[in-house]
Nanobody, 124 residues
Framework: QVQLVESGGGLVQAGGSLRLSCAASGGTFSRLCMAWFRQAPGKEREFVTA????????YYADSVKGRFTVSRDNAKNTVYLQMRSLKPEDTAVYYC?????????????????WGQGTQVTVSS
């Protein structure tokens, strides 16, 4: 069983930056495919980014490409999401997800473990 705890959310002005962290415990972190999803009010949860292992590969939704960067520190069992040039439309609850199957990284169904979410609010 893998437990995920997100942190780092908050309120930021448009154009600002935030860094989210997701600390994992249990399981074998270095073999986990890690991802971030987000859910805005009244909308379905959507894929933001994923990072695989061996080789480490990153994937991004078009809406965040060039502004967000995902990384992982296997020594700390933590994945990070650096968000820059934030826009009001980035406002959402951000969820960390983990799974051992990286083949369909965009799909929520491949992730067996989820964090509780952290709120990111971007003011205009």
């Amino acid at each position: 069983q893998v437990q995920l705890v997100e942190s780092g959310g908050g309120l930021v002005q448009a154009g600002g930056s935030l860094r989210l962290s997701c600390a994992a415990s249990g399981g074998t972190f270095s073999r986990l495919c890690m991802a971030w999803f987000r859910q805005a009010p009244g909308k379905e949860r959507e894929f933001v980014t994923a990072i695989t292992w061996r080789p480490i590969t990153t994937y991004y939704a078009d809406s965040v490409k060039g502004r967000f960067t995902v990384s992982r520190d296997n020594a700390k069992n933590t994945v990070y999401l650096q968000m820059r040039s934030l826009k009001p439309e980035d406002t959402a609850v951000y969820y960390c997800a983990a799974g051992y199957n990286c083949r369909s990284y965009i799909s929520e169904t491949v992730y067996d473990y989820w964090g509780q979410g952290t709120q990111v609010t971007v003011s205009s």
